[in-house]
């Protein structure tokens, strides 16, 4: 019995590592393309493990101090020998104090940089999320050639900890991007091809980068700026194309022609090189694993581009870098993007005999034979793969506005678990402090005081009856994203106001109460629809007071499929067919 137990949880673990590779969708709109002149960056991490959203507080260090350096198990896989588990990604109370968890094996650097004197407070993720001065970043992980190995002194840099140094130091985008290429040229890179994308409150860049030798100490990495007046989408494949030297709108490191060269991946009669084509290998796991959700995302926010859903290779040219969108686009815009299962188009995933009787557009990936009796390995084939994912493990959308202080300007609105089925809430870049339950998650606990658990079960139950259950969750998301975008104006007024008159630790405790209070508001009422749910569809039926046990019956279409006419209509034995 132990033995098997080991062997479960050893499959978990695989299983959680694994589906860090699988992940996210990202996207950047400029100040000219939003609803309110924001700039703003999203972001759905689309790998199951730790769902945390950490307030990491300024600090102060001493000089000749030395930053460590962790390995992130987004990268490759979760390597129990650099500490952490495989629901914990950082366990140092000095990063921050949520960090501290009781009983797990504290993280083990790769290796160490020198600590400037003063880093800001910032949230933090899987990767980092935003910094006080509203400096934003989001990401997506790419295919690359090659997926060197961490090695300590040697290659000791993924993306997710760049973008946490860069939140503990710059203030703006740019700023962001040279450091991090810096660090990549001095420290080397590991890990996958990765997209971050880098924002502030007057502009958004892409930041993309790999390694190129499994051997070597470097990495390589491109950036391009993204229009004022343009949506950009990124879905696991990298998304940068002709590098042009002398252009002000892209930034490249210095070795990204001559790596390219001395690996064979490109010569300069070959003409402009394609970073993506070059130093990516297009994408994860079938076609369209990637292209489809930038064509449907690009085609939600420009219907008008009539963009075609088929296309002749992965490395299309068909979808821009970026678009100018029909209209300009609010923070519910973005979200709606990212709860998106095609409904309406032709790969409509609450359709079809495998939505089920109730219309369920959650489709569970690969490895079935693992778990499953019988050899099903001969089955070839894919399911669509959308931009909501039932192991997205948090979604945001990131603000940065310009006309106010960074503090009040800077807004994250987060939503733990899948994006179909979470709330969006409001968190300020000028928080002295994260809710406890939205910095409280251990995927392998049922804790009713972790906001992730709590969206996360809820999400797991409405899937027995979709169709239904998914308006009774609605009508509680919706209720509280209109009282949380209503509230926001007189909120920030008050803010504000106390900022002008000098007080900013007033309105810095101003917005982090707000944002505790809606937060708990929403854990409450959350666990309260759970119960709702169980009690009104309980066994099948409906139960409310119209009547218990109303009967729920499947669709025609449905029962026809799966042979319900051929089911026990009389006491004779059916003819053979």
């Known amino acids: 019995m132990k033995r098997a137990t080991g062997l479960l949880a050893l499959l978990l673990c695989l299983v959680l590592a694994a589906s860090a590779a699988l992940a996210c969708t990202t996207t950047i709109v400029g100040k000219k393309a939003s609803a309110d002149g924001s700039v703003m960056v999203s972001h759905s991490d689309d790998g199951l493990g730790d769902a945390r959203l950490v307030y990491v507080p300024a600090k102060d260090h001493k000089p000749g101090s030395m930053r460590p350096v962790y390995y992130s198990h987004c990268a490759l896989d979760f390597k129990p020998q650099w500490g952490g588990t495989v629901s914990h990604r950082i366990v140092d109370g000095k990063r921050a104090p949520m960090y501290a968890t009781k009983g797990d094996p504290k993280s083990v650097p790769l290796g160490y940089i020198p600590q400037v004197a003063h880093t800001y407070a910032y949230f933090d993720a899987n990767y980092g999320i935003m910094n006080e001065h509203q400096l934003s970043i989001g990401e997506c992980t790419d295919k690359a050639k090659v997926d060197p190995e961490p090695a300590p002194g040697k290659r000791i840099f993924y993306s997710a900890e760049l973008s946490r140094v860069a939140l503990e130091r710059c203030k703006t985008a740019r700023e962001a991007i040279k450091l991090m290429g810096a660090l990549i040229e001095k420290y080397g890179y590991y890990g996958t091809g990765e997209t971050l994308t880098v924002a502030d409150a007057n502009e958004g860049w892409v930041f993309e980068m790999a390694g190129y030798d499994k051997d070597g100490t470097d990495g390589v990495w491109v950036a391009q700026r ?228 709590a969206f996360n079960y809820v999400a797991n139950q409405v899937e027995l009856k979709y169709s239904f259950m998914i308006k009774d969750l609605r009508a509680v998301r919706d209720g509280f994203e209109s009282r949380f975008f209503g509230l926001q104006k007189d909120l920030e007024a008050k803010a504000l106001a106390l900022w002008t008159k000098g007080d900013k630790k007033g309105a810095k405790t101003l917005l982090t109460r707000h944002s505790d209070k809606q937060a708990n508001d929403v854990l409450k009422s959350w666990w309260t629809l759970s119960e709702q749910l169980y009690v009104r569809y309980n066994d099948g039926y409906r139960n409310d007071l119209d009547g218990i046990a109303q009967p729920v019956f499947y669709p025609a279409w449905w029962l026809k499929l799966v042979g319900y006419e051929q089911g026990p209509t009389s006491y004779q034995k059916p003819a053979s067919k």
């Open 226 to 453: 993204v229009p004022d007046d343009a949506f950009f989408v990124a879905s696991n494949q990298f998304r940068i194309r002709d590098i042009k030297p002398g252009d002000p709108d892209m930034m490249y490191s210095a070795n990204i022609f001559d790596a390219a060269k001395k690996m064979g991946w490109w010569k300069p009669s070959d003409g402009p090189l394609d970073w993506a084509k070059v130093y990516g290998d297009g994408e994860f796991h079938h076609p369209y694993y990637s292209l489809r959700r930038v064509w449907r995302a690009q085609s939600l926010a420009a219907p008008s581009l009539n963009l075609p859903a088929w296309v002749e290779n992965a490395f299309t040219r068909v979808y821009p870098f970026a678009i100018k969108p029909d209209q300009k686009l609010a923070v519910a815009d973005i979200f709606a993007i990212h709860r998106d299962n095609y409904e309406g188009t032709e790969f409509d995933l609450t359709k079809g005999l495998a939505a089920g009787p109730f219309g369920d557009p959650n489709r569970y990936e690969g490895g079935a034979e693992s778990v499953a009796e019988g050899d099903l390995s001969s089955v070839k084939g894919n399911f669509e793969r959308p931009l909501n994912i039932y192991r997205c493990v948090y979604a945001y959308v990131n603000q940065s506005r310009s006309w106010l202080p960074p503090a009040i300007g800077g807004l994250t609105w987060f939503g733990p678990d899948r994006p179909a089925t979470s709330t969006l809430m409001p968190f300020y870049a000028g928080a002295t402090d994260l809710p406890k339950p939205i910095q409280t998650s251990n995927i392998l606990k049922y804790d009713r005081g972790s906001m992730w658990t």
